[in-house]
Structure formats: structure tokens, C-alpha cells
Nanobody
């Protein structure tokens, strides 16, 4: 089992920045990819970004490309999401996810991840 704990959410004005953290514990050696998803009220959960644990390749949703950066610290088993130029439409609960395999054709799908954090609220005011 892998446990994921997110932190760093909060309230920020449009144009501001936040950094989310996700600390993994347990069988972390089984992790091949860690990602971030988000769910806004009344909407389905959507992919934000993913990073391959080995090699560090990153992939982003078009809606956040150029504004968000995902990174990892292997020694701390932690993944980060630096969010800049935040917009009101970025308001959502952000979830960290981890999977044992990096699925190159499905890295943006929920089903590619076995473990999920409890979520952290990000609210961007206009």
C-alpha cells in the first residue's frame, strides 16, 4: 500500500501562486508515476499533470501548460505542483495520485492510478 498526503492548498487572488505538496509513504518503491488531478464543483475530476518517477518526464493538461510545473524529490518521496498565474477557473479540490506503471497512452486517466490522496482545496478569487 501507498499513502499520499497533500498539503499547500488555500485561497489566493487571481494571478497569484501556490505550491502543492504530496508526500508518499509505504511501498513507495512501487511508484512509477505520480500525478495531480482536480475536481471543481459540479464537474468531473480532470487530469492536471504527471511526472514519471524514473527519468522525471512530465506531461500537462493544455489548460495548465505554461502556468503549472510538476516536480519531484525522490529522496523525500514527494511531488510538488507549482501553480502560477492562477485563474478563478483553477478553483477545485486537487488530488495527488500514484500508479505502479506509467501508461503512456492513458496517463491522464483515473484508472491509471491506484492510490489517491484526500485532496486539498484551492480557491482562486477574481
Amino acid at each position: 500500500q501507498v499513502q499520499l498526503v497533500e498539503s499547500g492548498g488555500g485561497l489566493v487572488q487571481a494571478g497569484g501562486s501556490l505550491r502543492l505538496s504530496c508526500a508518499a509513504s509505504g511501498r513507495t518503491f512501487s511508484i512509477a508515476a505520480m500525478g495531480w488531478f482536480r475536481q471543481a464543483p459540479g464537474k468531473e475530476r480532470e487530469f492536471v499533470a504527471v511526472i514519471r518517477w524514473s527519468g522525471g518526464s512530465t506531461y500537462y493538461a493544455d489548460s495548465v501548460k505554461g502556468r503549472f510545473t510538476i516536480s519531484r524529490d525522490n529522496a523525500k518521496n514527494t511531488v510538488y505542483l507549482q501553480m502560477n498565474s492562477l485563474k478563478p477557473e483553477d478553483t477545485a479540490v486537487y488530488y495527488c495520485a500514484a500508479g505502479p506503471v506509467f501508461r503512456s497512452l492513458a496517463y491522464d486517466a483515473d484508472r491509471s492510478y491506484n492510490y489517491w490522496g484526500q485532496g486539498t482545496q484551492v480557491t482562486v478569487s477574481s
